[in-house]
Structure formats: structure tokens, C-alpha cells
């Protein structure tokens, strides 16, 4: 085995490695295919470049919040998808209310969910959002029975797409008109 | 009847016919638990769709209005109707803190409903929120990740082998190969009904053979030939092969039997 000596052969060696990852590859990951003979700004500068090779082909080299990834143009999802035609359960309101206040409130605790939505949160809702990797417990609030403290993981922003919780829609645009306290 | 009729109004006009319970009909009490997710979201209901004034309630027929459902509801589903339940508590207090006159010493007091309409108004945030989170483009759905095949293979380091180690392993040859030097006879034995099966396999394939053609002496050594002549004297007692000769010294040639 012999080291890469130039440019192209660095991108050849980060491009087989994120195609073949099948999950985001973080900036530590990638340093390690080069065993310490790479610098970080380095790095950058060629995924920046192996971007640009890929714009006119089929995928796309994309950052999410854990790293890199190489995924399939949204234009061509929608064929990718006839692949697969039964059509994915839909989440209830309960599950998407309660991972909305935990996505925009967070960290946040059981009580805290209860209080917003005025209705007793059911375990169940919480199992399937942990078992989507989607939340998980951060810590304890220091209130009497210490309950846990939830928020969402970088799995969730991975989902969907996003490098971080700043680029979730403003939480202000939900806004609705005022309820008029005099009618 | 709990508001009166000209309170209320849809599309500017007004509506007579009230449904009889508006609060929390049991009978209705089904469909109620599968379309509001809770008593916030029945009062943001009867507020945004409805125009009613729900914070101007007649506290006494409420009351007994949400007794009757929390008797039906401790049959069904029993933490809800507890929810339900303290949202009544809850706008009886603002209506009765309403009521009472306000001592001037305490004049700025917040509006009592000021909580209830700010956590309405939470709540509703959260509600759109969810159904965009709902919306927006997910991996496994909307996106795929390039996944391309590779075989993964561990970065195996070669095993550590001590001095000691490689006494033993060539002891172990050692007694090995005294136990094969045993069994000589056994491999002889083995080895002429391998050149009876090749000799067979020879004659059915070429037909007639010539005795001298089926030894091959640049190959195995004076061993070799003395099985392959077994094995032809073998399969010729056991009638597999038909051994000819016209004459004293000429060509001997063999050829598999067939039934007559």
C-alpha cells in the first residue's frame, strides 16, 4: 500500500470512503484514512472540491450535523422510492407534538411536554421517538424525583437533513394571530 | 343549554342550533378522543373555528357537565378525563376570579385568562410545528443515502508466536509423522482402487486400450506401476475389464466388459 501523492488520489480515497459508509462520515473519520498526514483545513478544501465533481452527476456530497454524506439528488428520490412501494407508518399527532416541543424547547422534561400539550404524556410516545434514535435523556433537572431532561440528537438533524437545530424553520413563523381577551 | 344561542356566530352568522354539550359531550366522547389531543386542543378548536367566548362559562353547569364525563371517561381511558378535568378546574378559577370584585390595592392584576391564552397560543405554535417537522423531507423517505457495497475486512494484526510455542508446534510434527509411518499398507490399499477407478474411467472413454499405454513411466516411480498393474488385475477378477491378446507376445489390449 502506498500513500496518496497528489490531489486526485486524496478525493479517489475520500469519495470510495463516504460511498461506501452508507452513514455521515465526520471530519475525525476521514483524517483516519490519511493516518495523520492530513490537516483539517486540507480536508475541507478537498470535499469542497469533491462537491463540485459531483454536481452534474446523480448524487450529491452533503453535510448533516454528524459529517458527509453522498445521497441520491432529490430530483430522483421519488424513482428510488417506487422500489419500496409499501408507504412508511405515519408518526401520530401525539409522537410529532411531543418531538416538536423537545426539537424547539429543549432540554426538556415529561412535566414540560405535559404542561404544553395539557395532556399526560404517554410512555409509549417517548419509546418510539428514543427508539428512533431521534431523543434521548441529557441529564436530570436538579427538582425534586430529578426528572430527566430530554432533547434531540444529531441522528435527528441527520434525518432531516440538517447540520443543526439553527436551521430548523423559525419557531416564531408558527405564531398565530392573537386570541382577543375581550370579545 | 350553556351559552346563549346569539353568542355565537360562524362565518358572521349566527348560530341557533348549539350542539347540547359543548364542552365535553360523552357521547360524542369517541370521536373526541381520536380527533383533539387533549383539552388545550378542544378549547383551541372551539375558539379559532367557532368565534365562542369559552372563557365566559357558566361555571355551575360546567361542573356537573364534567362530572358526568369524568364518570363515563374513568370506563374508558382515565388519565384523559384527568386532564380534562383539571382544565375544568382551571377556567372555573379564571371565571370565578373574574367574578369577584377587584380590591383597588390590587387594581394591575393580570387578566386571569392571560395564562390560559398564552399556553393556547404555545400550543398552537407546536402544533404547526409538528405538522411541519411532519412535512419536511426525511432520509429513508425523501432522501437516500449512497450506501455502495464493500466488504469489510478488520485491520487484523498478524497473532504473537513465543519460542515455546514453536517447540511444541514441532513436537507435535514430530509425533505426527511417527504415527504416519504406520500406516503404509492402509494408503497402498487406498490408492489401487484409485487407479482401478481411473483405469475404468481411461477404457470408457478411449474404448480399446493397449496394455503398454495405461503405465506411465515418467510419473510415479516403480510404486505407482506395480498399483496400476494391480488395479488392472483387480478390476480383470472382479469381470469389470476384458484383458485380449491374438498371440504369444503381441500387443495385449484392454477393454471395459459389457453384458452380453
Given at each position: 500500500?502506498?500513500e496518496?501523492?497528489?490531489?486526485?488520489?486524496?478525493k479517489?480515497?475520500?469519495?470510495?470512503?463516504?460511498?461506501?459508509?452508507?452513514?455521515?462520515?465526520?471530519?475525525?473519520?476521514?483524517?483516519?484514512?490519511?493516518?495523520?498526514?492530513?490537516?483539517?483545513?486540507?480536508?475541507?478544501?478537498?470535499?469542497?472540491?469533491?462537491?463540485?465533481d459531483?454536481e452534474?452527476?446523480?448524487?450529491?456530497?452533503?453535510?448533516?450535523?454528524?459529517?458527509?454524506r453522498?445521497?441520491?439528488?432529490?430530483?430522483?428520490?421519488a424513482?428510488i422510492?417506487?422500489?419500496?412501494?409499501?408507504?412508511?407508518?405515519?408518526?401520530?399527532?401525539?409522537v410529532?407534538?411531543?418531538?416538536?416541543?423537545?426539537?424547539?424547547?429543549?432540554p426538556?422534561?415529561?412535566?414540560?411536554?405535559?404542561?404544553?400539550?395539557?395532556?399526560?404524556?404517554?410512555?409509549?410516545v417517548m419509546r418510539?421517538?428514543?427508539?428512533?434514535?431521534?431523543?434521548?435523556?441529557?441529564g436530570?433537572?436538579?427538582?425534586?424525583?430529578?426528572?430527566s431532561?430530554?432533547?434531540?440528537?444529531?441522528?435527528?438533524?441527520?434525518?432531516?437533513?440538517?447540520?443543526?437545530?439553527?436551521?430548523?424553520?423559525?419557531?416564531?413563523?408558527?405564531?398565530?394571530?392573537?386570541?382577543?381577551?375581550?370579545? | 343549554?350553556?351559552?346563549?344561542?346569539?353568542?355565537?356566530?360562524?362565518?358572521?352568522?349566527?348560530?341557533?342550533?348549539?350542539?347540547?354539550?359543548?364542552?365535553?359531550?360523552?357521547?360524542?366522547?369517541?370521536?373526541?378522543?381520536?380527533?383533539?389531543?387533549?383539552?388545550l386542543?378542544?378549547?383551541l378548536?372551539?375558539?379559532?373555528?367557532?368565534?365562542?367566548?369559552i372563557?365566559?362559562?357558566?361555571?355551575?353547569?360546567?361542573?356537573?357537565?364534567?362530572?358526568q364525563?369524568?364518570?363515563?371517561m374513568?370506563?374508558?381511558?382515565?388519565?384523559?378525563?384527568?386532564?380534562?378535568?383539571?382544565?375544568?378546574?382551571?377556567?372555573?378559577?379564571?371565571k370565578?376570579?373574574?367574578?369577584?370584585?377587584?380590591?383597588?390595592?390590587?387594581?394591575?392584576?393580570?387578566?386571569?385568562?392571560?395564562?390560559?391564552?398564552?399556553?393556547?397560543?404555545?400550543y398552537?405554535?407546536?402544533?404547526?410545528?409538528?405538522q411541519?417537522?411532519?412535512d419536511?423531507?426525511?432520509?429513508?423517505?425523501?432522501?437516500q443515502?449512497?450506501?455502495?457495497?464493500?466488504?469489510?475486512?478488520?485491520?487484523?494484526?498478524?497473532?504473537?508466536v513465543?519460542?515455546?510455542?514453536?517447540?511444541e508446534?514441532?513436537r507435535?510434527?514430530?509425533?505426527?509423522?511417527?504415527?504416519?509411518?504406520h500406516?503404509?499398507?492402509?494408503?497402498?490399499?487406498?490408492?489401487?482402487?484409485?487407479?482401478?477407478s481411473?483405469?475404468?474411467?481411461?477404457l470408457?472413454?478411449?474404448?480399446?486400450?493397449?496394455f503398454?499405454?495405461?503405465?506411465?513411466?515418467?510419473?510415479?516411480?516403480?510404486?505407482?506401476l506395480?498399483?496400476?498393474?494391480?488395479?488392472?488385475?483387480?478390476?480383470?477378477?472382479?469381470?469389470?475389464?476384458?484383458?485380449?491378446?491374438?498371440?504369444?507376445?503381441?500387443?495385449?489390449?484392454?477393454?471395459?466388459s459389457?453384458?452380453?
Open positions: 500500500m502506498r496518496p501523492e497528489n490531489i486526485t488520489e486524496m479517489q480515497i475520500l469519495e470510495a470512503a463516504l460511498l461506501t459508509a452508507g452513514q455521515p462520515l465526520g471530519l475525525d473519520d476521514l483524517l483516519k484514512l490519511f493516518a495523520g498526514r492530513m490537516e483539517r483545513a486540507t480536508l475541507r478544501m478537498l470535499l469542497d472540491e469533491l462537491k463540485q459531483w452534474d452527476k446523480t448524487l450529491e456530497l452533503v453535510q448533516v450535523a454528524t459529517g458527509y453522498f445521497q441520491a439528488k432529490p430530483e430522483l428520490s424513482f422510492a417506487r422500489l419500496n412501494p409499501e408507504r412508511q407508518p405515519k408518526y401520530s399527532r401525539a410529532m407534538e411531543t418531538l416538536a416541543i423537545i426539537a424547539y424547547r429543549q426538556v422534561t415529561r412535566g414540560d411536554i405535559e404542561h404544553i400539550r395539557g395532556v399526560t404524556v404517554n410512555p409509549n418510539q421517538l428514543i427508539e428512533r434514535d431521534w431523543i434521548d435523556v441529557v436530570q433537572r436538579e427538582v425534586p424525583g430529578r426528572p431532561l430530554y432533547a434531540t440528537t444529531k441522528h435527528f438533524l441527520d434525518d432531516l437533513n440538517l447540520r443543526s437545530l439553527a436551521e430548523l424553520p423559525p419557531f416564531e413563523d408558527f405564531a398565530q394571530s392573537e386570541i382577543p381577551l375581550d370579545t | 343549554m350553556l351559552i346563549t344561542t346569539s353568542d355565537i356566530k360562524i362565518n358572521g352568522e349566527a348560530l341557533y342550533e348549539l350542539p347540547h354539550d359543548l364542552y365535553i359531550p360523552p357521547d360524542a366522547l369517541e370521536v373526541y378522543l381520536e380527533s383533539f389531543e387533549g383539552p386542543d378542544l378549547l378548536y372551539l375558539i379559532r373555528k367557532n368565534n365562542l367566548d372563557l365566559d362559562i357558566p361555571m355551575s353547569k360546567l361542573t356537573m357537565q364534567y362530572m364525563y369524568v364518570e363515563k374513568k370506563a374508558i381511558k382515565l388519565e384523559l378525563a384527568a386532564d380534562y378535568l383539571l382544565m375544568s378546574a382551571m377556567l372555573i378559577e379564571i370565578s376570579r373574574m367574578l369577584l370584585p377587584k380590591p383597588e390595592a390590587i387594581e394591575d392584576e393580570d387578566d386571569p385568562r392571560a395564562e390560559l391564552v398564552r399556553r393556547l397560543m404555545e398552537e405554535a407546536i402544533k404547526l410545528a409538528a411541519k417537522l411532519d419536511m423531507p426525511k432520509v429513508g423517505e425523501q432522501f443515502v449512497a450506501d455502495a457495497y464493500y466488504q469489510h475486512i478488520a485491520d487484523i494484526k498478524p497473532p504473537e513465543s519460542v515455546d510455542e514453536l517447540v508446534a514441532w507435535n510434527v514430530l509425533k505426527r509423522a511417527k504415527l504416519t509411518s500406516h503404509k499398507l492402509g494408503r497402498a490399499e487406498l490408492s489401487v482402487r484409485e487407479h482401478m481411473s483405469v475404468l474411467r481411461r470408457q472413454t478411449d474404448g480399446m486400450c493397449e503398454s499405454q495405461l503405465f506411465d513411466l515418467n510419473e510415479g516411480g516403480l510404486a505407482k506395480v498399483v496400476n498393474f494391480l488395479a488392472i488385475l483387480e478390476l480383470a477378477k472382479e469381470g469389470l475389464i476384458k484383458i485380449t491378446q491374438q498371440a504369444a507376445f503381441s500387443t495385449i489390449y484392454l477393454q471395459v459389457h453384458a452380453e
